[in-house]
């Protein structure tokens, strides 16, 4: 259990933010989809996860532009954008552990499959917790993950992989590593110029002018 004091401290969800980073998550996808790929019978979940994932990153992405170049949200709700962190954590961690973690019984594999969920909410939590997101956007982001999960689970096999011992160890190693040493995210800035080059628009539209105007005109 986490203890009080961890979850009021600012670093701890600093961490866990960085674990719904696409440039993290988004290597660990590909790898599992790999491991399912050797399996005739699991390459169907394999395409499908991954052709869900863009779709999904492509929802998310375009609210996004909607909002920082076009303005469009939804201030009632403080909504400016689906969280990516929230959704990739949603789409790809329950998945992730239950190639992992999954092996065996039908007990093991729905905790293998409540433990992704339970990381993925934290991660979306985290969201909320350092200022980058409102809960609107945040539940947004697992909805549009969760559903991605969802739709694997039920439209393909994805029953435990034989894995190499090897692959699980790089999944530990990339997670223990990266979240310290890679460099943060840089999505955001790339998203914020594609949506002013579309836009034509010289200065992003920031939540704080979109709350600024819902209270002038209520």
Request: proline fraction near 4%; include cysteine; glycine fraction near 8%.
């Amino acid at each position: 259990m986490l203890s009080p004091d961890l979850l009021h401290s600012p670093r701890f969800w600093q961490l866990i933010t960085r674990l719904g980073e696409a440039e993290i998550l988004l290597p660990l996808a590909l790898l599992c989809a790999l491991a399912w790929a050797r399996h005739a019978d699991k390459r169907r979940a394999a395409l499908l996860w991954m052709a869900l994932l863009v779709l999904a990153a492509a929802l998310t992405t375009a609210t996004k532009v909607a909002f920082i170049g076009f303005g469009i949200g939804v201030a009632a709700i403080n909504f400016t954008g689906i969280s990516g962190h929230a959704m990739f954590a949603s789409a790809i961690y329950p998945l992730l552990m239950l190639t992992l973690l999954g092996a065996g019984t039908v007990t093991r594999r729905q905790l293998a499959l409540a433990l992704g969920c339970a990381l993925a909410l934290l991660v979306a939590v985290s969201r909320v917790q350092v200022g980058a997101h409102s809960w609107s956007e945040v539940a947004a982001g697992v909805l549009v993950g969760g559903a991605v999960t969802a739709l694997v689970l039920a439209l393909a096999e994805t029953g435990h992989s034989v894995l190499r011992p090897l692959v699980p160890a790089l999944f530990l190693a990339w997670m223990a590593l990266t979240p310290l040493h890679l460099q943060a995210s840089s999505t955001h800035s790339l998203v914020t110029r594609l949506a002013l080059g579309l836009s034509g628009h010289v200065q992003p539209y920031t939540r704080t002018e979109m709350l600024r105007l819902r209270a002038q005109n209520s």
